[in-house]
Nanobody, 122 residues
Framework: QVQLVESGGGLVQSGGSQRLSCAAS????????MDWYRQAPGKQREWVAA???????TYADSVKGRFTISRDNAKNSVYLQMNSLKPEDTAIYYC????????????????WGQGTQVTVSS
């Protein structure tokens, strides 16, 4: 039905930058929100930032002022520009999309990307 393909990530030094990308494809009628979550080793998955179809972006306090989320609606894609990275940003980053499929009326569904590792060395 829907595929989410993430790219970006890898190893970066503290203070550096990285950009994550996520593209959704399939029988998409409408996207409600595209956002990013992350999960550090031994910790629960936490929400990072969201880009709603209506309204401005929102951020977790831990990344506010350092991360920027953006969308390309024509490409059903979402990006996460991460600046001033810290070792505590090390995690697997997951793209999440809440959307409505073709021929499903107003029913919303949630889809997740496969995750991409971001490692910030001190």
């Amino acid at each position: 039905q829907v595929q989410l393909v993430e790219s970006g990530g890898g190893l970066v030094q503290s203070g550096g930058s990285q950009r994550l990308s996520c593209a959704a494809s399939g029988s998409i009628f409408h996207i409600n929100v595209m956002d990013w979550y992350r999960q550090a080793p031994g910790k629960q998955r936490e929400w990072v930032a969201a880009a709603f179809t209506t309204g401005g972006p929102t951020y977790a306090d831990s990344v506010k002022g350092r991360f920027t989320i953006s969308r390309d609606n024509a490409k059903n894609s979402v990006y996460l520009q991460m600046n001033s990275l810290k070792p505590e940003d090390t995690a697997i980053y997951y793209c999440h999309v809440q959307l409505i499929l073709m021929n499903e009326g107003s029913r919303s569904r949630d889809f997740w990307g496969q995750g991409t590792q971001v490692t910030v060395s001190s």
